[in-house]
C-alpha cells in the first residue's frame, strides 16, 4: 500500500511508509499504528468528537524525536474539520490555532498516517461554530513518584471514588498507557474553572487524610513513594491522553478502561498493562467501559 491513494468513507488519503517501524522493541510498525486505530475507532471516535486535537507526533518512531501539534491547517486535507481556538502565551508566539476535529473515521486514519501515535483531548466540547462549552468531564491523574508504582496509585483511585461517591459522583477508571491511572468524572458545570477548582479541594483533602501516600503538589522533592494527584488536568488550557490511545512507550501500550474490580485486584504494575490487540480483546468482550462518559444525563457540579 506504500504511496497508494486510499478511499476510507468516500475520502482519498494518500499513504506512505507503512512498513517503518515506529516501535523498534516490537517491531509494531507504521501500517499497525494505522490498523489498531481503525479496528478501535468504533469505541474511539464518540470520546474525540467535537473535541479540539492536540497531535504528538513521532515521524520517526517512539524512540526519536516527537513534537506536539495544534495548528493543521497548513497541511490537513479539506474535508478535516477545524476549529480554530485562541492560544494565548503560546510557545510559538500565535494567539489563535487551528484545532483538528476528529469527527470520523478518514480524520482518524490522517492523524494516524502523520505518526500521530498519542491522542490529547481537553475536557470540554466546542458547540456547532466553534464556541467553547463548559467542561463536562472531571479528571484526576495519578502520577506515582518511585518508587510507588500504578498498584499504589489503585489505593489512592479507590479513596478518590469513595469521596466522589460521597458528592453523588461516579468515577470510571483508565490506565494511562503510561505509569499511572486516570480517574473521570461525566459532570455538568457552569463555569470553565469549576473542575479545577473542585478536583484541587479534594486532592488537598486527600492529602490531609493520607500524608504518607498522597501528594497534590507537583514538586518532585515530595513525591517520592507517593501519588500525585494532577488536579491541574482540568485547567481548559490542558490536554489528556485520550482514551483508547496509544501511548509512545517501548511496546504499543494503549490508554486502556478498567474496572473498578481490576483496580482492586491490581498487585503489580504489569496487572494493568495494556497492548494494542488486548484492548481491541477487551473492547469486543466488554464494550466500551467508558461509554457512561457519553451520556448526556449527568450530575452538576
Known amino acids: 500500500m506504500t504511496g497508494q491513494l486510499v478511499?476510507?468513507?468516500?475520502?482519498?488519503?494518500?499513504?506512505?511508509?507503512?512498513?517503518?517501524v515506529f516501535y523498534p522493541e516490537s517491531g509494531f510498525t507504521k501500517g499497525a499504528v494505522i490498523d489498531y486505530y481503525v479496528r478501535i475507532a468504533p469505541v474511539l471516535l464518540?470520546?474525540?468528537?467535537?473535541?479540539?486535537?492536540?497531535?504528538?507526533?513521532?515521524?520517526?518512531?517512539?524512540?526519536?524525536?516527537?513534537?506536539?501539534?495544534?495548528?493543521?491547517?497548513?497541511h490537513?486535507?479539506?474535508?478535516?474539520?477545524?476549529?480554530?481556538?485562541?492560544?494565548p502565551g503560546s510557545s510559538r508566539g500565535a494567539e489563535s490555532a487551528d484545532f483538528a476535529l476528529v469527527q470520523d473515521l478518514p480524520t482518524l486514519v490522517w492523524a494516524a498516517h502523520l505518526a500521530a501515535i498519542?491522542?490529547?483531548?481537553?475536557?470540554?466540547?466546542?458547540?456547532?461554530?466553534?464556541a467553547k462549552r463548559a467542561p463536562d468531564l472531571l479528571v484526576f491523574d495519578?502520577?506515582?513518584?518511585?518508587?510507588?508504582?500504578?498498584?499504589?496509585?489503585?489505593?489512592?483511585?479507590?479513596?478518590?471514588?469513595?469521596?466522589?461517591?460521597?458528592?453523588?459522583?461516579?468515577?470510571?477508571?483508565?490506565?494511562?498507557?503510561?505509569?499511572?491511572?486516570?480517574?473521570y468524572v461525566p459532570v455538568r458545570t457552569r463555569s470553565a474553572e469549576r473542575t479545577s477548582h473542585y478536583a484541587k479541594r479534594l486532592a488537598e483533602h486527600l492529602e490531609r487524610e493520607k500524608p504518607e501516600l498522597v501528594v497534590s503538589r507537583m514538586a518532585k522533592n515530595l513525591r517520592g513513594g507517593k501519588v500525585l494527584i494532577d488536579w491541574s488536568q482540568n485547567n481548559p488550557k490542558k490536554t489528556t491522553i485520550a482514551?483508547?490511545?496509544?501511548?509512545?512507550?517501548?511496546?504499543p501500550t494503549v490508554s486502556t478502561p478498567v474496572t473498578w474490580e481490576e483496580v482492586q485486584a491490581c498487585e503489580e504494575p504489569a496487572d494493568l498493562v495494556f497492548l494494542a490487540e488486548e484492548t481491541l480483546g477487551r473492547v469486543a468482550d466488554h464494550g466500551d467501559l467508558f461509554a457512561p462518559l457519553l451520556a448526556s444525563d449527568r450530575p452538576t457540579l
Open 7 to 20: 478511499e476510507i468513507e468516500g475520502r482519498r488519503l494518500r499513504m506512505s511508509n507503512l512498513d517503518k
Open 46 to 74: 464518540p470520546h474525540l468528537r467535537d473535541r479540539p486535537l492536540t497531535l504528538k507526533r513521532y515521524p520517526n518512531g517512539v524512540e526519536a524525536k516527537s513534537f506536539f501539534e495544534k495548528n493543521v491547517s497548513g
Open 76 to 87: 490537513a486535507p479539506d474535508w478535516v474539520r477545524t476549529v480554530r481556538i485562541e492560544t
Open 118 to 130: 498519542e491522542l490529547h483531548i481537553p475536557q470540554w466540547t466546542v458547540g456547532p461554530r466553534g
Open 142 to 183: 495519578l502520577d506515582p513518584g518511585a518508587p510507588a508504582t500504578i498498584v499504589e496509585c489503585c489505593e489512592v483511585a479507590s479513596l478518590l471514588r469513595d469521596t466522589l461517591a460521597d458528592d453523588g459522583l461516579t468515577a470510571y477508571p483508565k490506565t494511562s498507557g503510561s505509569k499511572g491511572l486516570q480517574l
Open 243 to 251: 482514551p483508547y490511545s496509544l501511548r509512545a512507550r517501548p511496546s
